[in-house]
C-alpha cells in the first residue's frame, strides 16, 4: 500500500530506490594482484596495473567473479551466462587509469527479488534489477597539508558490487530495512563483510516525489551514504525539500 506524505502543496507519494556498492570479499583486487585488504599504510597495496603505467593489462580475478555469482543466487536473481565490462569515462585524480572498469549492457546477475520485513510485522518486496562488478577508485586526502591533497591509491581497483534496487520502495524506514536485509544476506553468503564504517558498504539513494498515481518525478541522487542513519536522514530531509518546490 502507498505511503502518502502530506505538504503545503498537498499529498505525494514517495519513490526511492537505491544503488549499494559492496566491496566484493576477495584478497586480491578485481583486475590486479595488489592487496585488498583494509587499513594499509597510504598507497602500501597499489600495482602497476592499479596505478596505470602504460602497458599494463588487466585480468580478472575469478574469485570477484564467483562472489557475484554466489549473492546474485542469494538474491533468488538471473545469472547472465554472458557478461561484458565496459569502460566508464571520467576524469579524477584518484582515478589514474581516467576511466572505470564496469559493467553496462551486460552485468553479470539480472532481476531479482529481495523480500523485507517491516516494524509492524508486514513484508514488502523490492526488485533487483541487476548487479554488476565494478573497480572502486581511490581516496582523496585533504586534512594532511594545509594547501594540498594527497590520493591514496589502496583502494583504487578493489572489486565492487553494484546492486541496483528497483523504485519501490516508498519511505525511509524501507529503505534501511533492505539495506540491513541485504547486508545480512551478503555476510551469510560471505561475499562482503558489510562494515559501512570502513567503507565496504555504500548506498546511493535516489528519491523522487509524485502525486498518487501519476508518472515518476524527477529524481535526485545522493551518494556514497556509510549508515542506516544517513540513509534514513537523507531521504527525510529530500522528501520534505521536494514536497515544498
Excluded at 514517495?14 to 559492496?22: D, F, Q, S
Amino acid at each position: 500500500m502507498s505511503q502518502l506524505v502530506t505538504g503545503r502543496t498537498g499529498d505525494w507519494e514517495v519513490v526511492i530506490g537505491l544503488e549499494v556498492h559492496a566491496q566484493v570479499s576477495s584478497k586480491a583486487k578485481l583486475f590486479s594482484g595488489a592487496s585488498a585488504s583494509f587499513g594499509a599504510a597510504p598507497n602500501a597495496h597499489v600495482s602497476l596495473v592499479d596505478a596505470a603505467m602504460p602497458g599494463m593489462l588487466p585480468v580478472i580475478n575469478r574469485e570477484c567473479v564467483y562472489q557475484a555469482i554466489r549473492t546474485g543466487l542469494g538474491l533468488k536473481a538471473q545469472i547472465n551466462l554472458t557478461s561484458v565490462f565496459d569502460r566508464k569515462n571520467y576524469f579524477y585524480a584518484d582515478l589514474p587509469q581516467g576511466y572505470q572498469i564496469s559493467q553496462f549492457k551486460h552485468p553479470i546477475v539480472g532481476e531479482g527479488v529481495l523480500r523485507i520485513v517491516l516494524a509492524d510485522g508486514s513484508t514488502r518486496d523490492i526488485g533487483i534489477e541487476r548487479l554488476h562488478l565494478e573497480q572502486d577508485a581511490g581516496k582523496s586526502m585533504h586534512d594532511q597539508h594545509p594547501s594540498k591533497s594527497y590520493i591514496d591509491l589502496n583502494r583504487t581497483g578493489v572489486a565492487l558490487m553494484e546492486i541496483v534496487s528497483r523504485p519501490d520502495m516508498r519511505s525511509a524506514a524501507e529503505a534501511a530495512a533492505y539495506v540491513r536485509k541485504l547486508r545480512s544476506i551478503l555476510r551469510y553468503l560471505g561475499t562482503c563483510d558489510g562494515n559501512m564504517e570502513e567503507g565496504s558498504l555504500r548506498a546511493d539513494v535516489n528519491v523522487s516525489v509524485r502525486r498518487p498515481g501519476d508518472a515518476l518525478g524527477t529524481r535526485t541522487e545522493t551518494k556514497n551514504l556509510n549508515s542506516l542513519r544517513f540513509i534514513q536522514q537523507a531521504i527525510d530531509y529530500e522528501v520534505a525539500r521536494q514536497i515544498e518546490l
